[in-house]
């Protein structure tokens, strides 16, 4: 009987449809790669109540994941209202002021500094977040939307300084050329603020990579996460003065920022919660 059913699922291509599901369901599944950590679901899961993760059946979507970047009881709410008083105490947004926001999600971020008559440019690069980000735009705003893969080479989309300030949250760790990324980010901008994920490290050429699945996650289905040594080392190459604010003030639920430095190497021990670092860099004139 249960040969015949799952013959049946196999015939109609339904099987692998059916395991994902139950795994999902069951939060169960996990992986192992030999050259770093797997990331998946690794938010506090009971406070989400979306999937993420797009589910393909022969190289087609059959169920498009969601990002909770505005619900209600999403996580990224009080942590985003942390990070940009934080940023507003440290740096604040006048008018006409050029900003770049990168990996923007739906752009909240960048609606708020709009909203501070900063003249935006808010990019992203999962299409199913752009979407929702391009359906919020208006004619008349000074917000413009752009869909930019940050793990792709982006030198020519901006001059050099063309920005007054780069806001770079939560984003690097989910890019395979972090590097190139960082110091794109510095080049197109006079200042940049940056928020990450980090490996507790001060050796300044460490990373560890995992995947990483969902939409708010990886586009390109892998991120690389550098010791805090190796972000602070791109800033100097790049003629960045930078200042790290390891300050409880931006911490919200599993992100934090002031924790204090064993140089173990070891990465946050709640994934992408955990182990984070804030830092405001700007250009030596
Ligand atoms: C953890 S969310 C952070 C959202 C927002 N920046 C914040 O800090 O609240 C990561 C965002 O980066 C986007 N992202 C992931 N990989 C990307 C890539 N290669 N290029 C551009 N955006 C990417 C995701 O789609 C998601 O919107």
Redesign the pocket.
Known sequence: MIKRIKNKLIRDGMLSLVITVVKIVFKKTKYKFSGGVVQRNQYNTTRRKHIYEDIWINKSVVFKGR?D?SDEASP?LD??AKRLSFLEKKMPIQENMTCLE????FGD?SFYLASKNAIVTC????KN?FTILESKMSETSNISCKL????KDWSKEFAANSFDLVIH???LY??QNWERDLRLSCRVGKAICL?IEVLDSSDPYLSNWRRETG??????GIGVVPSWASIERIFVEEGMLFERFDSAEINSGIYTYDWVAKNDESPAKNLSGGQRRYWIAKKES
Request: hydrophobic share 35%; charged share 20%; aromatic share 12%.
């Open positions: 990002s970047f990224y942590w985003r990168l990996g923007a999600g971020i990019c992203e690069g999962n977040n930019l893969d940050n793990d949250w939560g984003l989910h890019l928020e939409n708010d996650q990886a586009l390109n």
